[in-house]
Every structure is written in structure tokens, then in C-alpha cells.
């Protein structure tokens, strides 16, 4: 096996972890997170084996979506540090051998931001053109809103303006027009800036919203795909293993084209929406099933390219690619307090909370989540299995300062809690129970496992490279799925039942595998016919590689 095409792909194989600076650790006593903050912690994020940090949004904003209303493309909001901080972070997160990606949120500007306002107050603004207008919304319905019940339609009228702004997001997010030249021109610019600054890619926001044109007036007919490909190859021109991780919630079948088809020149990475759905109503019924199907769905990714895997993130867990009664099922198990659903799509909790708090279900979980293809994107707090606060509002209950201890504060802040800039979780869930100080000094903690884990994923290439095929078998509950890359094999076999169970699984075309070695557990076992005979626990799961005749035995 080859450690260097692993390193060569970085983000193919690697372990990605999503944090808000604003929430994650403050130092100077003002209740929000900072860069020093996080610089900080640099070392225990190392420390769990994470390789690359994506970070929310840090821009200047006025903070009505959580940072994703900028209004300045090139800084960093005051409250958090400066760009001098942001830096320190990326060399001292290089330092340690992990990379920094930002969010690219260029679907939409806040409505604060200097351009807007300009493109507002003149129609003969070099800006008015750089948003999308209209004085007759009536003929746009098609657009659904992003957020139902918080957005009236997606067209607004501005009486300075006299005339109507696209906005597929909040009120307050006019859309920009991306079949503008200039518009385009400065989302090069803003990529080639932190490029400079030191980043290694970017997370791009909402790109089917991104490249959209239908039900814009005066639309060119250009495919919008073509702009995609340029962004990518100006990407690679400046610096040739930067990344673009995408956010496209989209069934597979359409999700293909935002890789670039077989040339794979469009985005690095694609969320894998679908999985991530059908992952939930297989722990719901307790059957794999649903979990097979959405894999066996997937469109083979091109060279390059890879699948970013997550069970939660930053926004509510949302559903939409679940039928009606799907969704339902979801939710009876998961959420069915009103209070706990949003959009009528979405969930917003936590993934320890849903599971009961059941944590052999929740390393199960997770511990598919690592063996899946693609790359693995944790979103803080997970490692300690945080839980959400609904008390907080909208997806905010998800977004509640990291809890590094039991102190008040959760060693987030020194400031009074009453001012933080998010309400930290409680009860159960709450820094008294679960936070990183007693889970290091815990063997047994789910930090501890998650450490080991993290390490075993990135010693076992095969998952994120290796061709991968599901092995049918008997036991409804059970997913196992095999990766072989050059020469080497794995299997991964998870349990989505509380019961125990036998399972036999073939392996096929590997006569001369002697020896199975529990790559979680660490227990060997000499396999004498080219069957594997496994007992699962309830919840069970197991990473196994086989070893072949002649081959050396992983440590
Ligand atoms: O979300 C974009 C998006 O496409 C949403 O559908 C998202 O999947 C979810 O439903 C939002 O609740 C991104 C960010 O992830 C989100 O936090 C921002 O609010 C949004 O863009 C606007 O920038």
C-alpha cells in the first residue's frame, strides 16, 4: 500500500472537522469565540487526528444567519480576531499537520453589505447588476424558498431600488448574479485572496443555489456547469492541491454533474446527502436495507474526486430526499416533538440525543460513517458526544459553545453565560456530564475511542480509495461492505439491531486470505475457508482486514 498517493490526495483520505470560531473557545472574555481561541486549541485537534478544519464563516457580518450574511469578502468579523490572527492559525495548524478550508459563501451577499447598498441607491451603480432584479416577481414562482416560514417568497421589493431582488435564502441575503462578468471576476479574487492567506480550499455554500439562472430576467443561456469548471481550473492554476469541497444537497443521479462528470474538473468533493438521510431510517427500523440501496444508488465518483461523508452538521438534519412516510418514521423516532423538527424537513438535535444516548448505537454509527466511502467530516462537539439545547433558536440548538469541562461556562468563556454569543447546552447533555476534560482523563470515554478510531481510518486507505461493494447476507440489520485497493482488502460490518446476531459473509476471489485481524479490536483470527462467520453484538460493528498468504501483518 502506497502512504503516497494518500498524501498526495490529501483530502481522498483524510479526516475533516467543522468548527464556528464564534462558538468553539473565547479568550478574551467577551463571551465569543475567537482565532486565539482556536489557535489555542490547535494542539488538541492535532491531538484527535483531525487533518483538516473547515471553519464557518468568520467574515464581518451582521449576524442574521449566523455569519453566512457577509459584508466583507477579505476580513475577519472584529468580535473575532483580526486577519493577522487567522494567520497564526493557519501556520500553526500546518505546523501540526492540518490544513485550513473556509466557507465560500458567494450565492448571496447580506443586504448590508457596501455593494447591495450601492446596487440599491442608483440604478446607474457599476453594483446594480451585480444582484439579480426585477419589476415583475410574479412570472418567478417556480423558486421555492430555502427556509419556509421565514422568508416571504423569494423575491423582495426594495423602495429604494423601486424594484423587486432575488433572495433564494433569507430577506436580508439578496442573491448575486453570477452571469455577470465582474460578479464572477470578484469571486476569483476572493478565492485567489485566501489562497494567498494560506488556505487549502474552500467549503462552497449552497452551490445548486450558486449556479442557478433559471427564473433569472434576461438569463444567458450559458450552462452554468462551464462557470463551475472555470472556477475550478482558476482554483487549481493558483495553487494545485486546493480543494472544493461542495454543499449540494441534491439526489446522486444529479450530484454526479457537480463533480464534472468523468472529466472530474468541477468540485473535489460533494456532500453525500442521500447516505447521510437514509443512514437515519436504517437506525430507525433498526434494517440496513435502506442504507444499501442509497449506496448502490451512488454514481461512481471520477478520478480525484471523492464523496464527503458527515451524520450531522451545522444546519437542521434535514430529510427532503426521504419520502413523506419515510420522513415520518425519522421523525417519530428521532424528533417527535414539534420542537425538535424545523422546515418541515429537519431535525435539529444531535445524533447522541436521537440514539437515546445509547452509546454502542453511537459508535456503531459512527464507526459506519468512517468505514464509508469518501472522506469523514466531523462537526465539533461530536468527538464528546455533545447534545443540542432547544431552548436556543432554529438550527441554533446545534450551534452551543464546545464544552471543554465542567466549569460554568463549560470552559468555553469567563464571561458571565448570560452574554455568551450561544446559549450552552444543558441538562443531560451539559457541560457537567459530557465535555473534553474528563473524557481525556477517561480511557473509556467516547473521546478516547473517537482518537483511536480517527487513527485507524487514516492508517486504512482502502475506505476512502479502495473499489468498495456491498456483501449481501442474510441479516436484514446488517451492512457489510468490502474495499479492496492495491492488493489489500477490508470489510466493515455493522449492526443496526439492539439484538445480536450470526452473520455469514463470502469472500469471494480470496482463497488465499489466512488470517482476519479486528482492526478496531485488535483480535485475530485464522480463517480457513473463504467465508467469514462473525457474531455481532446488538449495535456490534467491525472493521476486519483480511490478510493473504505472504502478506505482513497490520500492527
Ligand atoms: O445552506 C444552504 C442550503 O442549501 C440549505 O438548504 C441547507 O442545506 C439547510 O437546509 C439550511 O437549513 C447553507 C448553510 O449551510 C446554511 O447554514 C446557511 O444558512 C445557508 O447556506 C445560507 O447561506
Not at 217 to 228: K, R
Amino acid at each position: 500500500m502506497s502512504i503516497r498517493t494518500t498524501s498526495d490526495q490529501w483530502w481522498n483520505n483524510g479526516v475533516f472537522y467543522c468548527l464556528d470560531v464564534e462558538t468553539f473557545l473565547d479568550t478574551d472574555g467577551d463571551g465569543c469565540g475567537d482565532l486565539g481561541g482556536l489557535i489555542d486549541r490547535v494542539d488538541y485537534l492535532a491531538g484527535i487526528g483531525v487533518t483538516a478544519l473547515w471553519l464557518m464563516p468568520f467574515y464581518p457580518t451582521p449576524d442574521r444567519d449566523d455569519g453566512y450574511d457577509i459584508v466583507d469578502f477579505y476580513g475577519v468579523d472584529h468580535r473575532l480576531g483580526t486577519l493577522g490572527d487567522f494567520v497564526e492559525l493557519v501556520r500553526t495548524a500546518r505546523d501540526r499537520g492540518m490544513r485550513v478550508i473556509v466557507d465560500l459563501v458567494v450565492n448571496h451577499t447580506s443586504d448590508q453589505h457596501p455593494w447591495f447598498q450601492s446596487a440599491r441607491s442608483d440604478p446607474s451603480s457599476p453594483y446594480r447588476d451585480w444582484y439579480v432584479w426585477t419589476d415583475d416577481p410574479e412570472d418567478h414562482e417556480q423558486m421555492e424558498e430555502v427556509f419556509p416560514g421565514q422568508q416571504k417568497g423569494v423575491w423582495a421589493y426594495d423602495r429604494k431600488a423601486k424594484q423587486y431582488y432575488l433572495h433564494r435564502f433569507y430577506g436580508h441575503q439578496p442573491d448575486l448574479n453570477i452571469a455577470n462578468p465582474a460578479v464572477r471576476e470578484e469571486i476569483a479574487r476572493i478565492i485567489g485572496f485566501w489562497l494567498q492567506v494560506g488556505v487549502s480550499g474552500f467549503r462552497v455554500d449552497a452551490v445548486p443555489f450558486l449556479l442557478e439562472l433559471e427564473g433569472v430576467p434576461d438569463a444567458p443561456t450559458v450552462d452554468p456547469h462551464q462557470y463551475l469548471k472555470e472556477l475550478r481550473a482558476f482554483l487549481q492554476r493558483r495553487q494545485g492541491d486546493a480543494i472544493l469541497l461542495g454543499e449540494v444537497n441534491l439526489p446522486p443521479d444529479e450530484q454526479r454533474r457537480y463533480f464534472g462528470d468523468e472529466d472530474g474538473d468541477e468540485l473535489h468533493l460533494v456532500f453525500n446527502f442521500s447516505v447521510m438521510q437514509r443512514i437515519y431510517l436504517g437506525l430507525a427500523r433498526h434494517d440496513a436495507t435502506a442504507v444499501e440501496e442509497a449506496m448502490r444508488e451512488l454514481p461512481p465518483v471520477p478520478f480525484d474526486s471523492q464523496w464527503a461523508t458527515f451524520l450531522r452538521n451545522h444546519d437542521e438534519l434535514t430529510l427532503d430526499q426521504l419520502s413523506e412516510d419515510e420522513k415520518q418514521e425519522v421523525f417519530d423516532a428521532f424528533g417527535p416533538d414539534p420542537d425538535m423538527q424545523l422546515f418541515d424537513r429537519g431535525l435539529r438535535r444531535r445524533l447522541p440525543p436521537m440514539l437515546g444516548g445509547d452509546v454502542d448505537r453511537v459508535k456503531m454509527a459512527y464507526s459506519l460513517l468512517f468505514s464509508l466511502p469518501g472522506t469523514p467530516v466531523l462537526f465539533y462537539g461530536e468527538e464528546i458526544g455533545m447534545g443540542e439545547n432547544l431552548a436556543a433558536e432554529g438550527r441554533a440548538a446545534v450551534r452551543t459553545p464546545m464544552q471543554w469541562s465542567d466549569e460554568p461556562g463549560a470552559g468555553f468563556s469567563t464571561a458571565d453565560p448570560g452574554a455568551f454569543a450561544a446559549p450552552v447546552a444543558e441538562g443531560e447533555y451539559g457541560p457537567l456530564a459530557v465535555n473534553v476534560t474528563d473524557q481525556r482523563r477517561d480511557p473509556d470515554s467516547l473521546l478516547n475511542w473517537f482518537e483511536r478510531l480517527i487513527r485507524r481510518r487514516r492508517e486504512t486507505p482502502e475506505f476512502g480509495l479502495g473499489e468498495w461493494r456491498i456483501i449481501d447476507n442474510d441479516v436484514p440489520a446488517v451492512l457489510a461492505h468490502r474495499c479492496d485497493w492495491q492488493g489489500a482488502t477490508v470489510v466493515a460490518v455493522h449492526n443496526f439491531s439492539p439484538e445480536p446476531c450470526r452473520v455469514r459473509l463470502d469472500l469471494d476471489g480470496l482463497d488465499d486470505v489466512v488470517a482476519v485481524h479486528d482492526l478496531l479490536d485488535g483480535v485475530r483470527s485464522d480463517l480457513h475457508e473463504p467465508a467469514l462467520d462473525l457474531t455481532l453484538d446488538g449495535y456490534g460493528h467491525q472493521w476486519l482486514r483480511l490478510r493473504r498468504r505472504g502478506q505482513r501483518m497490520t500492527p
